[in-house]
């Protein structure tokens, strides 16, 4: 298969692909990929349309026998990437049942401990980044806690902390001990979740808010206000006020704003004078700790923001704070509703919103923001559940590239011996993904859940595709470059193991259908499976290296298809 590692995509403007022209090398396979690619920026959108009334309780989709294709659409949204064995899983179990075991499953070895157990707390790494990617590429390709990875992802792509930064030494292990943070309360109440991170070190030094201090009348300082607006605008109640069902209050035809600038300052005063809680740098182990008070940074006096006032400073002011942000009406649709957005579609119909912030707002049995409730609200609800959503032209979103990656990783057995999961830093858009989890260059991640391409169809329809905000013409060449390369050679000794499709490889047909099942969730339409299939038989089986070269070919175009890069 090393023809397809020695090629690369090039744009070819205009270019058509040819089912029936024979293509008899990877080349010329690769300069059809970016076309194919391009010609996605036609889909992603919202769910098919439900008539529960907004509020109700979720309603769970019946299927008496799942099939193989709907499993693998389940994981799709509820892993890091199918694999045979996981569909298998599924269609026996039952999407609740499995639900039940993933939350039942330990959490794996944190990225804390096996950063240890692998060395890097030696003082060469201090004032470095390395360990970390190794860490997440694993736990993301090969843990088999994939519901808590996956939804773990999400949620840093809404509390967004990136490692480049976090401006402390021992980056890995603060950016690391944030990602454990979120993995360990991926299944337990956002509440919880908001107090963690807001004691985190690594969110600390992201939002500059460690070293804190309360006004100063002689100078004219004022309290840093980084934390306090993020944390009202991104991670819970945004910018404007909001229906149960996610959309939008207005006012003589304006939208309401949720806080104004007054709410930030305030909200800013009770943030003041959280600090490491060691002074030592040579080991990482501050890091892991949480944030304690300094009393002399920390304001005393009352703050009064979206209603609501504190007072008395200390630990005890931030935690009344939080509460005051967890009981906003706002949090419980602005949460569900890019929780949706991550998970199962960029345009959830403000139905699907509605009864997942219902569940948000009370899980039955009077609890706010149980994130198994909600998970199990997002992934059974029936616009998640129901194959309507396949014909629907507004449902789905667009694959980010990550979990491309992923996908292919998991569906092929990707393992990495040394331990080095050698993926590293994959966000060059020019020559990897474009985008690599903990590397977000803002707080605003890689990509916004408002983003909308403009001047598109979708822009008119009133749609939005968060993810298009980072593709372009050469992120699309560079993605299609970096997956031949790694399908041909892996990188370092992380590599797939083909064996399964090898026995498959002389017969296009059921070759591309089992591709088609566990990457693409069985969602490659007719015309695209017959241009793979055309593909694939253009190499002979009894070539050298033949079946070898078939396998990856059915595997590069079914990533480079439009098909598999919107899922619906």
Same mark, same amino acid.
């Given at each position: 298969?090393?023809?397809?590692?020695?090629?690369?995509?090039?744009?070819?403007?205009?270019a058509?692909?040819?089912?029936?022209?024979?293509?008899?090398?990877?080349? *010329?396979?690769?300069?059809?990929?970016?076309?194919?690619?391009?010609?996605?920026?036609?889909?992603?959108?919202?769910?098919?349309?439900?008539?529960?009334?907004?509020?109700?309780?979720?309603?769970?989709?019946?299927?008496?026998?799942?099939?193989?294709?709907?499993?693998?659409?389940?994981?799709?949204?509820?892993?890091?990437?199918a694999?045979?064995?996981?569909?298998?899983?599924?269609?026996?179990?039952?999407?609740?049942?499995?639900?039940?075991?993933?939350?039942?499953?330990?959490?794996?070895?944190?990225?804390? /401990?096996?950063?240890?157990? @692998?060395?890097?707390?030696?003082?060469?790494?201090?004032?470095?980044?390395?360990?970390?990617?190794?860490?997440?590429?694993?736990?993301?390709?090969?843990?088999?806690?994939?519901?808590?990875?996956?939804?773990?992802?999400?949620?840093?792509?809404?509390?967004?902390?990136?490692?480049?930064?976090?401006?402390?030494?021992?980056?890995?292990?603060?950016?690391?001990a944030?990602?454990?943070?979120?993995?360990? @309360?991926?299944?337990?109440?956002?509440?919880?979740?908001?107090?963690?991170?807001?004691?985190?070190?690594?969110?600390?030094?992201?939002?500059?808010?460690?070293?804190?201090? *309360?006004?100063?009348? *002689?100078?004219?300082?004022?309290?840093?206000? @980084?934390?306090?607006? /993020?944390?009202?605008?991104?991670?819970?109640?945004?910018?404007?006020?909001?229906?149960?069902?996610?959309?939008?209050?207005?006012?003589?035809?304006?939208?309401?704003?949720?806080?104004?600038?007054?709410?930030?300052?305030?909200?800013?005063?009770?943030?003041?004078?959280?600090?490491?809680?060691?002074?030592?740098?040579?080991?990482?182990?501050?890091?892991?700790?949480?944030?304690?008070? @300094?009393?002399?940074?920390? /304001?005393?006096?009352?703050?009064s923001?979206?209603?609501?006032?504190?007072?008395?400073?200390?630990?005890?002011?931030?935690?009344?704070?939080?509460?005051?942000?967890?009981?906003?009406?706002?949090?419980?649709?602005?949460?569900?509703?890019?929780?949706?957005?991550?998970?199962?579609?960029?345009?959830?119909?403000?139905?699907?919103?509605?009864?997942?912030?219902?569940?948000?707002?009370?899980n039955?049995?009077?609890?706010?923001?149980?994130?198994?409730?909600?998970?199990?609200?997002?992934?059974?609800?029936s616009?998640?559940?129901?194959?309507?959503?396949?014909?629907?032209?507004?449902?789905?979103?667009?694959?980010e590239?990550?979990?491309?990656?992923?996908?292919?990783?998991?569906?092929?057995?990707?393992?990495?011996?040394?331990?080095?999961?050698?993926?590293?830093?994959?966000?060059?858009?020019?020559?990897?993904?474009?985008?690599?989890?903990?590397?977000?260059?803002?707080?605003?991640?890689f990509?916004?859940?408002?983003?909308?391409?403009?001047?598109?169809?979708?822009?008119?329809?009133?749609?939005?595709?968060?993810?298009?905000?980072?593709?372009n013409?050469q992120?699309?060449?560079?993605?299609?470059?970096?997956?031949?390369?790694?399908?041909?050679?892996?990188?370092?000794?992380?590599?797939?193991?083909?064996?399964?499709?090898?026995?498959?490889?002389?017969?296009?047909?059921?070759?591309?259908?089992?591709?088609?099942?566990i990457?693409?969730?069985?969602?490659?339409?007719?015309?695209?499976?017959?241009?793979?299939?055309?593909?694939?038989?253009?190499?002979?089986?009894?070539?050298?290296?033949?079946?070898?070269?078939?396998?990856?070919i059915?595997?590069?175009?079914?990533?480079?298809?439009?098909?598999?890069?919107?899922? *619906?």
């Open positions: 298969m090393s023809d397809i590692g020695d090629q690369r995509a090039t744009v070819q403007e205009d058509v692909p040819d089912a029936s022209a024979p293509i008899s090398t990877t080349a *010329k396979l690769a300069a059809l990929v970016p076309t194919m690619a391009l010609a996605a920026c036609g889909g992603g959108g919202d769910g098919a349309a439900a008539t529960t009334p907004s509020g109700a309780s979720p309603p769970v989709a019946v299927v008496q026998t799942i099939t193989p294709t709907q499993a693998s659409r389940f994981l799709a949204q509820a892993t890091m990437g694999t045979r064995a996981t569909i298998d899983t599924v269609v026996a179990r039952g999407f609740e049942k499995w639900l039940d075991d993933q939350f039942a499953l330990p959490r794996a070895i944190s990225h804390w /401990e096996w950063l240890n157990a @692998n060395g890097y707390a030696d003082a060469q790494y201090m004032f470095r980044t390395l360990g970390f990617e190794p860490t997440v590429w694993r736990q993301l390709i090969v843990e088999p806690d994939q519901l808590r990875q996956r939804v773990a992802m999400a949620l840093l792509d809404i509390m967004v902390v990136g490692i480049g930064s976090v401006n402390v030494s021992w980056r890995q292990y603060a950016t690391a944030y990602v454990d943070l979120l993995l360990d @309360n991926a299944f337990g109440n956002y509440r919880t979740l908001l107090e963690a991170i807001t004691y985190n070190a690594a969110m600390g030094s992201f939002l500059t808010f460690v070293g804190n201090r *309360k006004a100063n009348p *002689k100078t004219g300082s004022q309290p840093d206000e @980084n934390y306090a607006r /993020e944390l009202m605008q991104l991670f819970t109640i945004g910018v404007q006020q909001l229906n149960m069902d996610g959309t939008v209050k207005t006012a003589n035809g304006a939208a309401l704003e949720t806080y104004g600038q007054s709410d930030v300052s305030q909200l800013a005063r009770v943030f003041t004078g959280l600090t490491f809680a060691t002074t030592d740098k040579t080991v990482p182990d501050r890091y892991r700790q949480p944030l304690v008070m @300094n009393a002399a940074y920390n /304001e005393t006096g009352a703050s923001f979206l209603g609501g006032s504190v007072s008395g400073g200390g630990t005890a002011a931030i935690k009344s704070a939080l509460d005051i942000i967890f009981a906003h009406p706002n949090l419980p649709p602005f949460v569900s509703k890019q929780l949706i957005q991550r998970l199962v579609t960029s345009n959830p119909t403000p139905a699907y919103v509605g009864r997942v912030a219902a569940i948000f707002a009370d039955g049995s009077g609890v706010r923001g149980d994130m198994k409730a909600v998970i199990r609200a997002i992934l059974l609800d616009e998640a559940r129901s194959d309507a959503a396949l014909t629907s032209t507004t449902a789905g979103k667009l694959r590239p990550v979990m491309r990656l992923t996908g292919w990783a998991r569906a092929f057995g990707v393992t990495s011996p040394s331990g080095a999961w050698a993926f590293d830093d994959a966000s060059s858009p020019t020559y990897r993904l474009g985008q690599s989890k903990g590397r977000a260059p803002s707080v605003f991640n990509y916004r859940p408002g983003y909308t391409p403009p001047n598109t169809a979708m822009a008119k329809a009133g749609l939005v595709s968060p993810e298009f905000q980072i593709v013409e992120t699309v060449v560079a993605y299609i470059n970096y997956m031949q390369s790694l399908i041909a050679n892996g990188s370092g000794d992380a590599r797939a193991d083909y064996t399964a499709m090898l026995a498959l490889a002389d017969n296009a047909t059921t070759l591309v259908d089992e591709v088609n099942l990457l693409a969730a069985g969602q490659l339409g007719p015309a695209t499976l017959a241009a793979i299939r055309t593909a694939v038989d253009s190499v002979s089986p009894t070539a050298s290296n033949g079946p070898l070269s078939r396998v990856g059915a595997i590069l175009l079914t990533l480079a298809a439009p098909d598999f890069l919107t899922l *619906k």
